[in-house]
């Protein structure tokens, strides 16, 4: 186990610190505070707005719960953007390191392929959530303010859903990201993945029946946009965990039939 754990540490120390030294890291990170700091501002103005012309107009508010609707509003706003910046994050995983020739020696080396893949995604996670600080202090300050508080449950489970989201489509990334020495090709295919898994809702009301069904459980969306309204569903939990699991063991594999032709 001590082992285990200095081989983690190793590779997620690497992965970590990898993005500092990545151009590109700096580029992602400056447009995503960019782009989800003119939401978080425009969608906050515009349900203060709102609510001083409803108070204006005489209309009642007492029973509309403000923070909740701007939680609810953001989290699902920004989430669009993942569809963008979160390929761009795994992209380079393992397609770097092919293309640096060095994906063999970790093929090759003592580590099993689970370790390597569990730190490499440790790492990416830990940039995501450098990238999500500032929006973390942002919806402090503006929660702070907010009357009636915000349910702390609430938040929580919201971000714990927003967590698991990024982990699952990071996980699959990584999967794509292991089969070629493409980083640009890594990213379209991840793309197109994350776009379709989004999608399988609208899919799956126009197919209808228990083939609907199936692709309507399967759907990121659907799963996501009940957890940030604080409805807790097992199942939805439970899809979340199978798609990092699925990622993180198809790359073990892609990994091992890469170790296999070595040998």
């Known amino acids: 186990m001590k082992i285990f754990l200095h081989n983690l540490l190793a590779i997620f120390h690497k992965e970590f610190q990898s993005y500092f030294f990545s151009p590109i890291s700096y580029i ?15 969608l906050l103005d515009g349900i203060i707005q709102e609510v001083a012309l409803q108070e204006q107009m005489g209309i009642g508010i007492g029973s509309r719960d403000v923070a909740s609707e701007f939680l609810e509003g953001f989290l699902s706003l920004v989430v669009s953007l993942f569809l963008v910046l979160l390929p761009a994050l795994s992209m380079g995983l393992y397609a770097e390191e092919r293309k640096r020739g060095t994906l063999e020696l970790l093929a090759t080396s003592p580590m099993t392929n689970w370790v390597v893949a569990i730190g490499k995604l440790l790492g990416v996670l830990a940039f995501f ?35 698991l989201l990024v982990t699952a489509i990071l996980s699959l990334g990584m999967f794509i990201s292991s089969l070629t020495d493409s980083s640009v090709l890594a990213y379209i295919v991840t793309f197109i993945m994350i776009l379709f898994l989004w999608i399988l809702e609208g899919i799956s009301s126009n197919v209808g029946g228990i083939f609907g069904d199936i692709l309507g459980h399967l759907s990121l969306l659907n799963h996501y946009s009940s957890l940030i309204r604080g409805v807790v569903n097992p199942s939805s939990i439970v899809l979340f965990l199978s798609y990092i699991i699925l990622g993180i063991f198809l790359t073990a594999q892609s990994i091992e039939s890469l170790r296999y032709q070595r040998s």
């Open 129 to 163: 959530s450098v990238l999500m600080f500032p929006l973390i202090i942002y919806e402090i300050i503006a929660f702070s303010a907010a009357s009636p508080p915000l349910s702390l449950p609430i938040i929580l489970v919201s971000h714990a859903a927003l967590f």
């Open 28 to 42: 992602i990170a400056a447009v995503f505070w960019l782009i989800a700091g003119v939401f978080f501002g425009v």
